[in-house]
């Protein structure tokens, strides 16, 4: 049966006067595609800030495993298999694909500094291990061809998928993606579809925001919708779309936000 890895429980984060997220509570069960929807500024990134430990939660806990990670630095959270994407792209534009996918090893490995300071024979085995690494994830992004190319000089559904390779080769248990349609064709888009499915069927996790609803009803297995850092219905996709107070929250306001 499948156990909740990620419990989120009165999760409060306030910005001044402003509470960004209000009492939120959510469950992701291991091997589950979860989504997170709501309008434009319900407060999607700042749980998603608030998991990572970019932010600190006022109020709350955040149980991974059964760990409470409220509190931890953003390092000890990746150590502990969360990796995020972000809702704009953070890439190293003058560095190539593979040394961007590569960064992603790095951070893994950062405890393992000493290694390389001093020349071990462990660090060109761990380094030998990370290309393969690398290699694996260009190859499972379609990213071989540009391993090469300084990554901003690539189209930008190019730059989105080497953000997801050096993310995936974190090695993560729980991926968690802000936003990853933004800027994507409908082709794009119906690739990052397989993709995503092709990651669950690694055995990995994966926590998604989405503003493309037809994207977020194809490819979520459960939904928590939120408004004003509220949630206001949580289902599965089928139960989302009928909600009267999602369609009047969101679906309502369709119009208004697809800039
Ligand atoms: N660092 C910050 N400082 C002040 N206000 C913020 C900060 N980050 C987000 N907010 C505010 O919190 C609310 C939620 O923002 P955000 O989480 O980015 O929404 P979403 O991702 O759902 O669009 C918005 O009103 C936004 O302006
Ligand atoms: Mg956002």
């Not at 761990?126 to 694996?136: F, I, P, T």
């Not at 974190?170 to 888009?189: F, M, R």
Request: charged letters at 25%.
């Amino acid at each position: 049966m499948a156990h909740n890895e990620l419990i989120l429980t009165d999760v409060t984060k306030r910005f001044g006067g402003l509470t960004a997220v209000d009492a939120l509570s959510f469950k992701v069960s291991a091997g589950q595609i979860y989504g997170i929807i709501g309008p434009n500024g319900a407060g999607k990134t700042t749980v998603f800030n608030c998991i990572t430990g970019i932010y600190k939660s006022e109020q709350g806990s955040v149980k991974w495993r059964g760990e409470e990670i409220r509190g931890l630095t953003p390092y000890q959270i990746v150590d502990r298999g969360i990796v995020r994407t972000f809702q704009t792209i953070r890439l190293f534009s003058q560095m190539s694909v593979a040394e961007n996918v590569m960064s992603g090893r790095h951070i893994k490995s950062k405890q393992k500094l000493w290694h390389g300071i001093v020349h071990s024979p462990w660090s060109k085995r761990d380094e030998l291990a990370n290309w393969h690494k690398v290699e694996e994830q260009l190859d499972f992004f379609n990213l071989s061809e540009f391993a090469a190319i300084p990554t901003g000089s690539l189209p930008y559904g190019i730059q989105r998928r080497v953000e997801m390779a050096r993310a995936m080769a974190v090695d993560p248990t729980l991926l968690i993606l802000d936003e990853p349609a933004a800027g994507l064709n409908d082709k794009e888009t119906m690739e990052l579809l397989q993709t995503i499915f092709k990651i669950r069927d690694k055995g990995v996790t994966v926590l998604l925001i989405e503003h493309d609803m037809d994207m977020v009803m194809e490819v979520t297995d459960y939904l928590t919708v939120i408004n004003f850092g509220k949630k206001i219905a949580e289902g599965t996709p089928e139960a989302i779309q009928k909600d009267p107070a999602v369609i009047e929250a969101y679906l309502g306001s369709e119009d208004d936000d697809d800039e």
